[in-house]
Each structure stands twice: as structure tokens, then as C-alpha cells.
């Protein structure tokens, strides 16, 4: 009775048609007449476990009692849920032009078009050769000193915050800076969020919201004919939207309209310090001109906003949450902070010294990693490698079936790590291994020695903080500075502590080490977010004067 089956002979499985591919593999995995070609254990998904908005912790639970791979059903959708370092490599690296991004490219195109994160394969070849060369080494050295000088709006308003003992939400605050960063650093526009609020500032977060709603949302009701018009959600997004494409085709213009034609080489080597607009949406101009096309610029400067900001924003949240329940932690990396940086703002020297905090940052994005789940759709029948001991040899896979890849998974597994729900930053200076994961190597300190952070290829794809393979993320050692001299900045100036607020049954109780609880728990879009906000109490650290020069001659802020 379903539309898209053609009849066949008495007894033979169904044919399908070619536009009802994407819902083939579905079909044989639920309607279970037929034999299912994967062999794969099934969990069903329980509505709670999108409706709590922690769908993540939910696929750990069926990991738990199914490994790797299981399929996830809910209702007509299935998914294959991956959680093995072994199956992600060949997900993600060996057979990456196997996959696309699929429900996520469906899911991201109205905001994002074909920038780089949801583009189909073929334009991604093209664009992701003209955008790597923008984070070159100068280029990034030149933006650890913008990191510095977009925190100088923040150190203000905390040390406003100390000095009136007034309780502050310091997850805002980080997607203030992280916003102001990206603005700056991407296309030269100061949002200025940390101090203002503005139309152009409340539609990115109207942008990055729907992106959220959409990806948690089973049915696109935004595709259905006249729905933008009629469903006033989608008219408030549709107009947030225009707002930024306005600002951003402004800039694209204005970049055009002012381009110097230099060579990559010359690009490259010249001096930061005498640029006026050193984004990268001016190397994208100067090193290709007129020749692209604005729709693509747009694009792909809209992607970047989106996933270079509210990630960061989330390793900065969850980074200072954990090193306020661990203070001897918290101890070991201001130590560190204050030998290594003191008052100055942080050079990328510094950053590359500052090894603890570094190895902070890295647990902090094995524990909360943004996102949690990464996407993908098979374009061609595939056959993945066994998963870790006792689960299925060789599951077939089809052609249009839907993946999950649960990053959050494999980070807390302890197949992979040792007490993977510890706070234990120092475990990426220690070798790990498990015989009985077959194919997979372990982890090896040895492997990121000189790097800035443990790479994916040090853990064998058990450590994805930045995903792996060719789609890899482009920002990685940009996020990871900004990281740096961010928590850096901030801690060398403050103490930290939760408020006092008692009560086993509030939302998302956690025990921290004073016994108290505090309204924190995770909550899910794209990033993994806090339930209700990192509300914190602020106070001025004793003996530090919260002065911040510029070694330029430029800034200066006397706390
Ligand atoms: C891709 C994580 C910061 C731009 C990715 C992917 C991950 C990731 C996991 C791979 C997605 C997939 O395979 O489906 C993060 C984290 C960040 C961060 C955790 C911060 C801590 C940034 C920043 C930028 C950026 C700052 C830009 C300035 C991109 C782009 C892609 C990407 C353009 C797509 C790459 C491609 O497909 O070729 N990111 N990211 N990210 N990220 Fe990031």
C-alpha cells in the first residue's frame, strides 16, 4: 500500500523505485516482513529522549546494551548509530566519499546553502581548497592578539559584575565574546555583543536557534508549500535571516569593491600588523577576486559564523564549570596562567607553553563535544568493520540510509578511555589501549607531541573533538587559541563559585566537591548547552590588578 513499492512477483522482496531510495533501508528495517540486510541490533527510541533535549545521553544507553552499530527508530525514521573509533575511521576517513551529510545537509541548506559544513561533495572539493589556505600560520598568530583585544570588553564587565556582587550567567557571556571574535575575525564587523544587544546580534541567534529546532525536529514542516508565509516562526526566522544576509552582502561588496590582487604567496607572508582588515573574508576576495560568486561567500561566511561560534562558546562554558568543581585543578592551570602570561595578553607563544591548560581544553572537548553526534547518509552501499567485541561482523549498509555517529559515545566509553567520566585532563600525556577492540590502536601521547592539542590520529578515531578525515574541521587550532587565551584572560583576573542554592530536586542537580548543588545539566541542539544558563558568583582575584596591556601600545584596561 505504500506508494513508492512497485508490484512484484508473489514471494519476491519489494522493488523499489529510485526516488523512494532514501526510504528504502527504512522500510526493510521496520517493516520487518522482509530480511533486514544490516543484521543490526534495534533499539527503539523513546519520544523522551528528543523531547528532554538529551537524545545523546539516550543513544548512550543503547550503546551500552547493543555497541556498535544499533539502529534507532522512531516511527518511519531510522538511523544506524555508530560508537566505535574503528567504524568511525572508516566512516569518516577510508571510505569518506562514500558519505555525505544528508539529513543534515537538508536540515542546514535554507540558513547555511552550500557552505562547507552541509555542501554536497562536489561543491565542497571546490570551496574547501580556497578556504584552508585563510588560517595560515601568520594569520593566525595575527588573530591570537584579536582573541586578546575581543576579551577586553568581557575582563570590563566581569569586573563590574565583582565589584557589585551581582550573579552573572557566564554562558552568555562566553557566546558574547565568541560572537564578537567570529564577527571580527571572519568579516571585520564588530557585533560588539558583549556589551550591546542589536537587530543584527538577536538574528543570529534567531539563525542558529532554528538551526538547533530543525535538527530535533522529525518532520520538516518548513518545506511544506506556502508554510514560510503562513507559519509565523518561519516569518520571524525568514526576516531574522534577510537581516544578516543584508549585513553580509554589504561586506561582501565592500570587500569587492576595495580587493588587491596578490598572489597566495604574497598573502601569505605579509605582516598582520600594518593590515587594516585582516578577515578572512579579505584574503577570500584578494586571493580570488571577482571571480566568486557572492551567493557562495555568503554561504560560506554564514557557516562559519554558526559553527565557529556557539562551539567554542561551549568548551569555554563547560571548561570553566569543571575547573570550578575541581579547584586543585583550577589551581594548577591559574599557576600556570600566572607564570606563563600574567598580565600581558596571550601570544601564541604562551598558548603553546601553557600545556596544562591546553590538556584542559582537550578533556573539556572529549567530556562535552560540539556537537555530540555527527551526520551522515550512505551514497552507495557500504560494509562497515566489526565493532568492539560482541557485536555484528560486516553489517551491510545501503545506499541512503541515515548515520549517527555518537562522538559523546565513543568520548565516555570505557572501552576507550579510563574513568571516561572523570575530570582528568592529564590523561593525554598517558598511553592507552584495549586488546579486545579489535583493529584499533589505541592512544598514544607520542602521537601530538609539538601539536597544540591530541589529534584524532593519536587516539586512532577514538578522540574526535574536531571530527576527522577530509571534512575535518577547518577552525580547529583557530578555536583551540581562542580557547586559550580566553580562559586565560579571564581566569588570571576572577574566582569563580556557584551560588548556593540547595535542592536535590531541581533540574539538572549535581553534586559538586562543597556539597552543594547547582542548576547546571546538559541540554542538546547542536552544541551541548547548559539547562538553565552557568549562573555564577564572580570576585576579583587577590593581588591581581586586572590591568591588560597590549604590548602594541593599544589597550589598556585598569580593573
Ligand atoms: C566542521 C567541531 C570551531 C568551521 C567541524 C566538525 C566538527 C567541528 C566536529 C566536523 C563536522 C562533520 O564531520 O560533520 C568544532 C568545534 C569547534 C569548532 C568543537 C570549537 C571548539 C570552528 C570554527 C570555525 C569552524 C572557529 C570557523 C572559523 C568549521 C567548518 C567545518 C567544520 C567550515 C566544515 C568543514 C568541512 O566540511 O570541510 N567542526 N568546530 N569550526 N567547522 Fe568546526
Known amino acids: 500500500s505504500l506508494p513508492f513499492l512497485q508490484p512484484t512477483p508473489q514471494g519476491s522482496p519489494p522493488q523499489f523505485s529510485d526516488s523512494a531510495l532514501i526510504f528504502k533501508s527504512n522500510i526493510e528495517q521496520i517493516y520487518g516482513d522482509y530480511p533486514s540486510y544490516d543484521l543490526c541490533p534495534m533499539a527503539e527510541g523513546a519520544l523522551d529522549d528528543i523531547a528532554s533535549g538529551t537524545m545523546f545521553i539516550g543513544l548512550q544507553r543503547y550503546f551500552d546494551d547493543n555497541g556498535s552499530p544499533y539502529k534507532l527508530c522512531f516511527g518511519p525514521k531510522s538511523f544506524l548509530v555508530i560508537s566505535d573509533p574503528v567504524q568511525a575511521k572508516h566512516i569518516l576517513k577510508e571510505n569518506n ?4 551529510k544528508g539529513l543534515l545537509a537538508e536540515i542546514l541548506e535554507p540558513i547555511m546553502g552550500k557552505g562547507l559544513i552541509p555542501a554536497d561533495p562536489e561543491t565542497w572539493k571546490v570551496r574547501r581548497k580556497q578556504i584552508v589556505p585563510g588560517f595560515h600560520k601568520a594569520w593566525l598568530n595575527h588573530m591570537v592578539g ?4 575581543c576579551n577586553v570588553p568581557l575582563i570590563k564587565s566581569l569586573s563590574a559584575a565583582a565589584e557589585s ?3 552573572i550567567d557566564m554562558e552568555e557571556k562566553f557566546c558574547s565574546v565568541a560572537l564578537d571574535i567570529i564577527g571580527k575575525s571572519v568579516f571585520n564587523y564588530d557585533f560588539g555583543s558583549v556589551t550591546t544587544e542589536s537587530p543584527v546580534i538577536k538574528a543570529v541567534y534567531s539563525a542558529l536557534l532554528e538551526a538547533e529546532h530543525r535538527s530535533m525536529t522529525p518532520a520538516p514542516y518548513w518545506d511544506i508549500p506556502l508554510a514560510n508565509q503562513v507559519v509565523p516562526r518561519l ?41 587594516k582588515d585582516p578577515s578572512l573574508l579579505r584574503f577570500l576576495v584578494d586571493m580570488r577576486g571577482a571571480d566568486i560568486d557572492n551567493k557562495q561567500l555568503r554561504d560560506d561566511l554564514m557557516t562559519m559564523l554558526i559553527a565557529g561560534h556557539e ?12 575547573l570550578t568543581r575541581n579547584p586543585e585543578m583550577m589551581a594548577k592551570v591559574t599557576a600556570e596562567i600566572d607564570e606563563v602570561v600574567g598580565d600581558r595578553m596571550p601570544t601564541m607563544e604562551d598558548c603553546m607553553k601553557m600545556k596544562f591548560l591546553r590538556l584542559v581544553i582537550a578533556e573539556i572537548l572529549r567530556m562535552y563535544p560540539e556537537p555530540p553526534l555527527l551526520i551522515r547518509r550512505c551514497r552507495t552501499d557500504d560494509v562497515l568493520p566489526r565493532g568492539r567485541e560482541g557485536n555484528v561482523e560486516g553489517a551491510r549498509v545501503k545506499r541512503g540510509m541515515d548515520f549517527f555517529l555518537s562522538v559523546y559515545n565513543i568520548h565516555r566509553s570505557p572501552d576507550f578511555w579510563e574513568e571516561p567520566d572523570k575530570f582528568d585532563p592529564e590523561r593525554f600525556t598517558r598511553p592507552f589501549q584495549n586488546p579486545k577492540v579489535e583493529g584499533w590502536a589505541g592512544f598514544d601521547p607520542k602521537k601530538w607531541e609539538g601539536r597544540l592539542y591530541p589529534t584524532e590520529t593519536a587516539a586512532d578515531f577514538a578522540y574526535l ?11 580547529d587550532e583557530f578555536a583551540y587559541l581562542e580557547s586559550c587565551v580566553t580562559l586565560a584572560m579571564v581566569l588570571r583576573r576572577f574566582e569563580f563559585d556557584f551560588p548556593e542554592r540547595l535542592g536535590k530536586g531541581e533540574v539538572g542537580y549535581d553534586e559538586h566537591p562543597k556539597n552543594l548543588s547547582h542548576p547546571v545539566g546538559m541540554r542538546t541542539g547542536a552544541t551541548i548547552h547548559t539547562r538553565q544558563g552557568l549562573k555564577m558568583n564572580v570576585r576579583k582575584r587577590a593581588g591581581v590588578e586586572g590591568v591588560v596591556v597590549d604590548q602594541g601600545g593599544g589597550i589598556e584596561v585598569k580593573g
Open 97 to 100: 566519499d562514500k558519505y555525505d
Open 235 to 275: 516569518r520571524k526566522f525568514n526576516s531574522d535571516l534577510k537581516i544578516l544576509d543584508d549585513v553580509l552582502t554589504d561586506l561582501i561588496n565592500l570587500a569587492k569593491g576595495s580587493r588587491q590582487v596578490e598572489d597566495i604567496a604574497e598573502l601569505e607572508a605579509r605582516n598582520y600588523a600594518e593590515v
Open 146 to 149: 584579536l582573541f586578546g583585544y
Open 311 to 322: 562551539t567554542t562558546a561551549a568548551v569555554l562554558t563547560w571548561g570553566l564549570f569543571e
Open 165 to 167: 556582587n551581582t550573579e
Open 465 to 475: 573533538p574536531f571530527g576527522g578525515g577530509s571534512r575535518k574541521c577547518v577552525g
